[in-house]
Nanobody, 119 residues
């Protein structure tokens, strides 16, 4: 059974940095694509960043490009999201997700972690 456990997040002032961590169990890292999504209050879930199973390609939402970095440590089965130059509009619950590289949908999700950016 795949489990994704998140840590990190919290409250930070605008312009600050945070790093989110997502530790996976029950899966082989090299066979799963991974991503981060977020959901702000009253809004739907939004794509943030994606990394292919091979780790060779990354993709970002335009709103975070140049500020956020997705990365993985395959030996530790851990996914990261480094968030720099945070803005109040980045405030949301952030979720990590994983899917088999042959699948089109993310069907494994972390529990979510709150990120709040104040002025």
């Amino acid at each position: 059974q795949v489990q994704l456990v998140q840590s990190g997040g919290g409250l930070v002032q605008a312009g600050g940095d945070l790093k989110l961590t997502c530790t996976a169990s029950g899966l082989t890292s090299s066979r799963y694509a991974t991503a981060w999504f977020r959901q702000a209050p009253g809004q739907g879930r939004e794509f943030v960043a994606h990394m292919r199973a091979s780790g060779t390609n990354t993709y970002y939402a335009d709103s975070v490009k140049g500020r956020f970095t997705i990365s993985r440590d395959y030996a530790k089965n851990t996914l990261y999201l480094q968030m720099n130059s945070l803005k109040p509009e980045d405030t949301a619950v952030y979720y990590c997700a994983a899917r088999r590289r042959s699948s089109d949908e993310y069907d494994n999700w972390g529990q979510g972690t709150q990120v709040t950016v104040s002025l």
